[in-house]
Nanobody, 126 residues
Framework: QVQLVESGGGLVQPGGSLRLSCAASGRTFRRNPMAWFRQAPGKEREFVAAISWTGDSTYYADSVKGRFTISRDNDKNTVYLQMNSLKPEDTAVYYC???????????????????WGQGTQVTVSS
């Protein structure tokens, strides 16, 4: 059974930092682009960041550019999202996703991702 399991969410004050992790099991995703999305209450799930299978290329939503960093460790079959300078509007459930096609390009479209984690809650509040 293929699983993506996110961890690292929690409650943090504005200006604080969190590091999310997404560990894959059941198969390897070391040849697959991966991404983070988020969904706030009452809103659609939106793209946050994506990374190529090599880790050489990354792509960010304008709202997080300069504050968030996506990275991956293919030996550990894990992708990370370092979130700095957090704002209340970053509050959401964060989801990890993987494309099913190896060696494919990175994408900001939800429809291009075949595997999803269950999500981890991030709350930014004083």
């Amino acid at each position: 059974q293929v699983q993506l399991v996110e961890s690292g969410g929690g409650l943090v004050q504005p200006g604080g930092s969190l590091r999310l992790s997404c560990a894959a099991s059941g198969r390897t995703f070391r040849r697959n682009p991966m991404a983070w999305f988020r969904q706030a209450p009452g809103k659609e799930r939106e793209f946050v960041a994506a990374i190529s299978w090599t880790g050489d290329s990354t792509y960010y939503a304008d709202s997080v550019k300069g504050r968030f960093t996506i990275s991956r460790d293919n030996d550990k079959n894990t992708v990370y999202l370092q979130m700095n300078s957090l704002k209340p509007e970053d509050t959401a459930v964060y989801y990890c996703a993987a494309r099913g096609t190896p060696f494919g390009g990175i994408s900001r479209s939800r429809d291009d991702y075949n595997y999803w984690g269950q999500g981890t809650q991030v709350t930014v509040s004083s």
